[in-house]
């Protein structure tokens, strides 16, 4: 089966940078998607890894290794909209046809 | 226009009632899902749809049901409302034919039952 650990709340200052980890298990492996949510609102999607390394998109960066199971979301220059949930997710199967959602990180960037 | 509506966005009901909830997207995608979201458990997959003549159960579907009534319409019903039902919905679209594919998500519905 699968199973997705994050950590449930972190706290930063605006400008500062910060680390979203996420651990992983599962039967196959197809990629690993991060997304974000706005309280109240629709997740939208912020990165898809699928070999290990570190992919980098502005001020978001997300890095796999798929050996420990383990993923994680830097942001770096943190503002004030950043303060939102952070939800990693894995297809369910190897055919990625639909996908296990991690319980998110809440994140709430202070000034 | 949004890619992905829902209505209703906010609906109390009472126990033992039916309730639907619809979805429809104009971003021409073939697969379809629905997701509730409770405090602590992240997103889980209700039921699922590839295509129009093609329905799938996710993780949770007891309580349940669904119609793709057409490629762009994916309706939600709950038989008989119960109040740990109570949660935010969400539907979500994916274009479909590959693992990497993003999923779409409408801006939810927050039921209560009573």
């Known amino acids: 089966g699968q199973n997705i650990d994050q950590p449930t709340e972190m706290t930063a200052t605006e400008g500062a940078i910060v680390q979203i980890n996420c651990t992983y298990q599962?039967?196959?492996?197809?990629?690993l998607f991060w997304y974000q949510q706005h309280a109240g609102e629709a997740p939208t999607f912020l990165s898809y890894?699928?070999?290990?390394g570190l992919e980098e998109k502005g001020r978001f960066s997300s890095f796999l290794s798929r050996s420990k199971g383990y993923s994680y979301l830097l942001l770096k220059e943190l503002q004030m909209k950043d303060s939102a949930s952070y939800l990693c997710?894995?297809?369910?199967?190897?055919?990625?046809?639909?996908?296990?959602f991690g319980p998110g990180t809440r994140l709430s960037v202070l000034p | 226009d949004a890619d992905v509506t829902q209505t209703p966005r906010n609906r109390i009901t009472k126990t033992g009632k039916r309730i639907m909830l619809e979805c429809s997207q104009t971003?021409?995608?073939?697969?379809m899902y629905w997701y509730r979201q409770d405090p602590g458990l992240g997103l889980r997959l209700i039921y699922y749809?590839?295509?129009?003549?093609?329905?799938n159960k996710g993780e949770i579907s007891d309580g349940y049901s669904v119609s793709r009534q057409a490629q762009a319409k994916f309706s939600l019903s709950l038989e008989s409302a119960i109040p740990n039902q109570t949660a935010l919905y969400f539907c979500?679209?994916?274009?479909?034919?590959?693992?990497?594919?993003?999923?779409?998500f409408g801006p939810g519905t927050r039921l209560t039952v009573l």
């Open positions: 979500a679209t994916s274009p479909g034919g590959s693992s990497t594919d993003t999923q779409y």
């Open positions: 599962t039967s196959g492996f197809n990629g």
């Open positions: 890894n699928v070999l290990d």
């Open positions: 997710a894995v297809p369910r199967d190897n055919y990625g046809q639909n996908f296990v």
């Open positions: 971003k021409g995608h073939d697969r």
């Open positions: 749809s590839f295509d129009v003549k093609d329905i």
